[in-house]
């Protein structure tokens, strides 16, 4: 049976959990908001499923990418409703007008963070935007499965983890499984997301109308967080929002992010797709500040899902035009990190900010980011230790 020895050795992809044959495993939260498999010992029949599904468990090896891509839908208005620019909507389409089922996801009812699935376009605002929470994949993977034994093709979309989760679940290949990963920094609590709620409502209170991670009315650089509560809206900038600081200065991101085992083109996936950080980098591309989606074409599934580009604007590149530093780096881990939870579940997020002063380190991002593109051309031990020395130094003088 599956035994997690260490918070790092889980992703919470819940496949050990979905295949188990007697149901014998429960995803349950631990005191920072992740679920970790827990197993009914007195019901497993030692199968070793759960093992041989859990991505963690695996080895990969990193692979080309087949074609890279700037994209970005020529749609303007999905442009303006999406996080960059409006890729995953394209996708989304060609599945749909098969017939087919879409995954992806969503909030609740709640606000929680959920992965689910949608049969038409009407649907598809639901999945559209990034939500910055890790998703509660609950039964999905047998939904998946379900769906794909009936012939529907299916789109999944998810975090690197998850699609490998996914793919080890099902055990065999499907030729109508279209498997897409985002580009991940890593994924956050869903506990300090409930907690940053109940401070805005005043402990739930105040019933929320809507939710938008990556509001672009401040541009796509510079997105905001908005929510709405009524005629009530609050609403600011990703570099000022208690919790996307928290988020990307990688204080509440699950302990498995810090060792991520999907970077540097280590992938389950047919296409990955995220922000393409750095476009104005490239030449004879025209930055207005909307929006740009990396694509990452990884199969020859997904390959076939990009190659009509109908209604795309689209630019080659290649993989050293790769900005993007959550491709190939982790988590960076903090060094005070059981300090601030210690405080963070005590005194809430908001002191905890204040507390810990946390702020997003700009520049030492830029020296990062030229150190990362250097440790590409180098590739010794000394040299390696040295970087990540430097790097966690970065993360934690600010504290």
């Known amino acids: 049976m599956i035994q997690i020895k260490s918070a790092i050795n889980c992703c919470g992809c819940a496949a ?24 009914d010992y ?9 093992e041989k599904v859990c991505p963690i468990n695996i080895s990969i090896q990193p692979t080309e990418p087949i074609e890279c891509w700037a994209m970005r839908n020529m749609d303007e208005k999905v442009v303006n409703e999406s ?6 909507t394209y996708l989304a389409n060609q599945i749909l007008e098969q017939g087919g089922i879409v995954f992806g996801a969503k909030f609740d009812n709640n606000w929680n963070v959920v992965h689910d699935f949608i049969k038409s376009k009407e649907e598809l605002y639901k999945l559209q935007t990034s939500k910055y929470v890790q998703s509660d994949t609950n039964s999905i993977m047998l939904k998946v499965e379900y769906f794909l034994k009936e012939g529907k093709p299916v789109l999944f979309v998810g975090t690197p983890c998850q699609i490998a989760g996914l793919k080890l679940f099902l055990r065999k290949e499907y030729v109508n499984l279209y ?17 940053y709620l109940k401070e805005i409502t005043n402990n739930f209170t105040e019933k929320i109308a809507n939710i938008n991670f990556r509001d ?14 009524g005629d009530k809206v609050i609403k600011s900038r990703y570099d000022e929002h208690p919790y996307m600081r928290t988020f990307l200065t990688d204080f509440i991101v699950r302990p498995s992010c810090y060792n991520c085992h999907f970077k540097s083109h280590k992938s389950f996936a047919d296409i990955t797709i995220g922000d393409y950080w750095g476009i104005d980098k490239l030449p004879d591309i025209p930055d207005d500040n909307k929006g740009y989606n990396v694509v990452i074409v990884r199969t020859s599934k997904g390959l076939d899902l990009i190659k009509d580009k109908k209604g795309l604007w689209f630019k080659q590149t290649d993989s050293n035009q790769l900005f993007q530093k959550a491709i190939y780096y982790s988590a960076s881990i903090r060094l005070n990190r059981k300090t601030f939870w210690r405080y963070l579940l005590r005194n809430g997020l908001d002191k905890s900010i204040k507390r810990f002063n946390i702020q997003l380190p700009f520049k030492n991002n830029i ?24 790097k966690l130094y970065f ?3 600010r504290i």
């Open 42 to 50: 007195t019901k497993c029949i030692n199968c070793h499923l759960c």
């Open 395 to 397: 993360y934690n003088k």
């Open 179 to 195: 498997l897409v990963e985002i580009v991940c920094h890593g994924v956050p609590s869903p506990k300090v997301w409930r907690l």
């Open 367 to 390: 020296v990062l980011w030229y150190m990362e593109r250097m440790m590409n051309k180098i590739s010794t031990t000394n040299s390696y230790l040295y970087y990540h020395l430097l």
């Open 16 to 39: 050990c959990a979905q295949r188990c044959p007697q149901s014998c495993i429960t995803m349950i939260p631990n005191e920072e908001g992740f679920k970790y498999p827990k197993v």
């Open 83 to 88: 996080s960059s620019g409006g890729v995953f």
């Open 216 to 229: 672009k009315s401040t541009g796509w650089a510079k997105y905001s967080i908005k929510v709405v509560m």
